[in-house]
């Protein structure tokens, strides 16, 4: 009450009015980052919110994003404690979830280097080309039989057997503690664990009173025990050797055998089997859901424009041919309207739509307004990506927008943030966008996509904002 009543030295941004102790928790729905119109027409683009105790700060133009990502990168790099994430990370073990500092740094090196670089990308094209064969195998056969298919499930597992046998070593074919098919479930659960719960807003104890009592924090709980025990085996797996994993010497390898030559040699930075399960974590959370999501909303947004899907089909099909029985990383080099649609499908479905949230380091001003430290900053990338001051008919699916334009995804253009930027830039995007193109292209190739008549009726209920569940595949 007191901090409500006395007028505040800082020049915080605007924002909507707040209740005492809730702040503005009562909101929540309305400041969903899609409902862009309520936080940036009524108060600006630089928003000033408190959930519960959290104060926070959401940025919805490229302008103040650039501030925060760039000028103030620095500052605002590290990350807010959320008992999700505590969990996930295994103790802010991680280099995802992690405040910045000493140990998120050497972790972010050791994955640049032993996973995330060109060399390593290269290495392990064989991987990907051998996956996306087992689904076109897959999918052939769906075709034949004339059977729609779950096109969520189908990229999940595509990339999630992708992501584990490149940066987990783990086979997901030949797997004995989980099954293929569920990793859209294990996903699913990690979503659970990313959502703020009371114990992150309100003081400790209170917090977890909340939780107990509404059964949150029994379904926290839960859904981590079940991914625990998947990184558990996988690192087991590394621990013995097993020939299910042994795929090549992978980054966990790499990781257990610092692990092991310190206890020998000393040194400030002590690995342990909780850095190492953090890792696993990162690799598995960060890599499938994004990469899967972007491909699911490719095919749904090329279904819904015949014109765009029969440009893109027609430029792979006449550059490659159409006698091609496989094909392979190499094809994409000559593809370029495909990489635009890609290029399209980021910036109007971004899979982290807020980015990942981060928190200032120290006192910072945004756009003129007092940004005091220990403040959450999320990055509304989906409102930016469909600014009208920077994108003409910002809600169309239109890849030829970028036809003579030299906006990028990579972290330089500031309207076009699916990877995000600076120091916290996502490590995987090379690896996200060599999953997704060769993916989508074995899907356009060999394929032709359309939608079952119920799912035609469910879309046109449930407008734009919905992937539909079953799509139907034809022989091309
Ligand atoms: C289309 C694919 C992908 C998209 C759109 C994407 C997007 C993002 C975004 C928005 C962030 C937060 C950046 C920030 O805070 O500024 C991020 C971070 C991260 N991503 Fe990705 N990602 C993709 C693929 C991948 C892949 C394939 C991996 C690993 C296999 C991965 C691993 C990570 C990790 C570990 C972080 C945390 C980095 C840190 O905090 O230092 N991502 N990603």
């Known amino acids: 009450l007191w901090k409500n009543l006395k007028p505040s030295r800082w020049n915080l941004p605007p924002g909507p009015r707040k209740l005492p102790i809730i702040g503005n928790l009562h909101q929540r729905r309305e400041l969903n980052p899609r409902n862009r119109r309520y936080l940036s027409e009524m108060y600006g683009p630089v928003v000033h919110l408190r959930f519960g105790f959290v104060p926070t700060v959401v940025v919805s133009s490229k302008e103040a994003a650039e501030e925060v990502l760039k000028t103030h990168d620095l500052e605002c790099c590290s990350r807010p404690e959320k008992l999700g994430f505590k969990m996930l990370s295994y103790n802010y073990k991680d280099m995802g979830f992690t405040r910045y500092g ?39 056969e769906s075709a034949s039989r004339l059977s729609p298919v779950n096109l969520k499930r189908t990229l999940y597992t595509l990339v999630g057997s992708i992501v584990c046998r490149t940066g987990l070593g783990t086979n997901l074919h030949e797997c004995e503690f989980v099954d ?15 959502a703020s719960i009371f114990a992150d807003l309100f003081p400790v104890r209170a917090g977890e009173l909340m939780d107990w009592i509404s059964g949150q924090k029994k379904r926290l709980e839960s859904a981590f025990s079940e991914l625990d025990t998947f990184f558990q085996n996988i690192l087991d797996s590394h621990l ?45 959370l960060g890599g499938v859901s994004t990469s899967a999501s972007t491909m699911v909303w490719a095919i749904t947004e090329l279904i819904r424009s015949p014109k765009v899907m029969k440009k893109v089909q027609d430029e792979i099909r006449t550059t490659l ?35 990942l949230p981060r928190e200032t380091m120290s006192d910072i001003k945004i756009q003129g307004y007092d940004v005091p430290a220990k403040t959450q900053i999320l990055i509304n990338a989906y409102a930016i990506a469909r600014d009208p001051k920077h994108w003409k008919n910002p809600d169309e699916f239109n890849p030829d927008r970028f036809v ?73």
């Open 180 to 194: 293929e098919d569920s990793v859209v479930d294990l996903v699913k659960k990690s979503e659970l664990l990313t």
């Open 404 to 476: 003579d334009s030299s906006i990028d995804y990579k972290g330089l253009n500031f309207e076009l943030l699916p990877f995000g930027s600076g120091r916290r830039i996502c490590p995987g995007m090379a690896m996200g966008i060599a999953i997704v193109e060769l993916g989508l292209l074995n899907l356009l190739y060999f394929f032709d996509w359309g939608l079952p008549e119920k799912e035609k009726a469910d879309q046109a209920i449930t407008g734009n904002e919905v992937a539909p569940d079953l799509v139907q595949v034809l022989h091309h």
């Open 321 to 355: 041919g159409d006698k091609k029985e496989r094909v392979t990383e190499e094809d994409l080099k000559q593809l370029h309207y495909f990489k635009l649609m890609v290029k399209e499908v980021l910036r109007l479905h971004p899979p982290a739509p807020l980015l």
């Open 240 to 284: 013995k050797h097993e020939s299910t994993k042994i795929e090549s010497f992978d980054l966990i390898d790499v990781m257990v055998d610092m692990m092991r030559k310190q206890d020998k040699d000393g040194g400030s930075f002590k690995l342990t089997t909780d850095h190492l399960k953090g890792m696993i974590s990162d690799i598995f």
């Open 102 to 140: 000493v140990e998120s740094r050497e972790m972010r090196k050791l994955s640049v280097v032993e996973l995330f670089s060109p060399k390593k990308l290269q290495f392990f094209k064989y991987i990907r080309e051998e996956e996306n064969d087992l689904l076109v195998k897959k999918l052939s």
